[in-house]
């Protein structure tokens, strides 16, 4: 059983910081990403990377935000630069493996203030 462990949300003024790691058990991924869900919304991607290193980014976070992974411990992070109220959200991250599973972290709270 795979169990991902995230960790680093928090509170923060907007213009600021923040950095999330997540941290797996078990085997090499497919890809890992993050996703975010803020209320009344539906769950939206944020970033994801392969295992070859690949990156994908939702619009809205371009220039802000990067997704980086460590395969050797299979850990994956998202640098928050210059964080407004809309990046405000529950930020869960989700791992995929190569057999077709995927898995998802607990949720960690990320607010902007303004």
């Known amino acids: 059983q795979v169990e991902l462990v995230e960790s680093g949300g928090g509170l923060v003024q907007a213009g600021g910081s923040l950095r999330l790691s997540c941290a797996a058990s078990g085997s090499i991924f497919r890809s890992m990403g993050w996703y975010r869900q803020s209320p009344g919304k539906q769950r939206e991607l944020v970033a994801v990377?392969?295992?070859?290193?690949?990156?994908n980014y939702a619009d809205s976070v371009k220039g802000r935000f990067t997704i980086s992974r460590d395969n050797a411990k299979n850990t994956v992070s998202l640098q928050m630069n210059s964080l407004n109220f809309e990046d405000t959200a529950v930020y869960y991250c989700?791992?995929?493996?190569?057999?077709?599973?995927?898995?998802w972290g607990q949720g960690t709270q990320v607010t902007v203030s303004s």
């Open positions: 989700n791992f995929f493996t190569f057999g077709g599973s995927d898995y």
């Open positions: 990377i392969s295992s070859g290193g690949t990156t």
